[in-house]
């Protein structure tokens, strides 16, 4: 076929319409971002964007540091090419948002969240902890994972007799001994039933911190405090740390109110020390026996 007037051989097979500039674009209004006002030839940085009588606006600020504000949308030039100004993302609550559906994915102790695999029935493998507090606490960061693993925490009510309470349970290969010790530092009574007790048996391993109280493992920052206060021998320490706290104290009714305050501060493993994370992961460890298959 002749094209003598350059048409091409369909001329209704391009964008014969188009602008000679080109098809508008949508960009987001971002500050520092230089456009240009078709319709005045307005040129400057975008400063903001704000609502205004119901009607988005855009706010330019040209080089001598005037101002004007022209309804968002179409109408602009970027780097000479026609656009639609949109309101720009708020980047912090994409990363909130990313930070949330993050956080969802994992359970409270930092582990990926098991979602198609329900909880495994109870294995012979336990984990003793010492008194209420410590249960609650190792149940609120790794009650998930515990009970994919079907590993079950169980209180104990003091360690003096450990040794007696691990041979009455009979721990085996398959059904291992996990147990946390309060205050378990070189020198003191809790050590010395602790050597007693791991000489029991091999399928038994016994772990610490080096904390009065389970409640010390928590970050003081959660509590607005630089430190934990140190409270005197011969004193209550938990009555004397809810008085320090300024809480009530006096009752037993006013401790497990206390408690459950400072249990309320952990959020996630990221809000205890170190030295109690450890010691509670290598536990589970420990007693995580995988079934026979898998093997």
């Known amino acids: 076929m002749n094209d003598r007037y350059g048409y091409g051989t ?8 188009a602008p000679r500039r080109g098809r508008a674009r949508e960009v987001a209004a971002d500050p520092g971002m230089v456009v240009e006002d078709v319709d005045t030839g307005w040129c400057g940085a975008v400063v903001g964007v704000e609502k205004v009588g119901g009607m988005q606006v855009v706010h330019l600020e040209d080089r001598r540091g005037r101002r004007k504000g022209f309804p968002l949308g179409p109408g602009f030039l970027l780097e000479g090419a026609p656009v639609v100004l949109t309101a720009p993302v708020d980047r912090r609550a994409v990363e ?22 329900p909880a ?9 902890v010492e008194g209420r507090h410590d249960a609650e606490l190792v149940e609120k960061v790794w009650g998930d994972d515990l009970r994919v693993e079907g590993v079950v925490v169980e209180m104990l009510d003091g360690v003096d007799d450990l040794a007696s309470l ?8 398959d059904q291992r001994l996990g147990i946390l010790v309060d205050h378990l530092i070189p020198g003191t009574k809790e050590t010395r039933i602790v050597q007693e007790a791991e000489r029991v048996s091999p399928w038994v391993r016994i772990l610490g911190h080096p904390y009065v109280d389970v409640w010390q493992s928590v970050k003081p920052a959660r509590l607005g405090l630089d430190a934990w206060p140190v409270i005197e021998r011969g004193r209550s320490w938990k009555h004397g740390i809810l008085a320090e706290l300024g809480w009530a104290h006096r009752t037993q ?15 996630s493993y990221s809000d205890l020390e170190p030295t109690l994370l450890a010691s509670v992961e290598e536990l589970i460890d420990f007693v995580t026996v995988p079934p026979p298959h898998e093997e």
């Not at 495994?120 to 003793?128: F, L, M, N, Q």
């Not at 691990?166 to 290969?173: E, G, L, V, W, Y």
């Not at 401790?255 to 959020?267: C, N």
Request: proline share 2%; aromatic share 6%.
């Open 96 to 117: 909130r948002l990313a930070t949330e559906r993050e956080a969802a994915r994992r359970t409270a102790s930092g582990s990926v969240r098991v979602t198609d695999r």
């Open 166 to 173: 691990i041979r009455s349970f009979a721990p085996t290969r």
């Open 10 to 17: 369909d001329v209704l097979a391009t964008d014969w319409r």
């Open 253 to 267: 009714a006013d401790v497990a109110r206390g408690w459950k305050k400072i249990l309320g501060t952990v959020r």
């Open 120 to 128: 495994r029935v109870a294995t012979g493998s336990r984990i003793w």
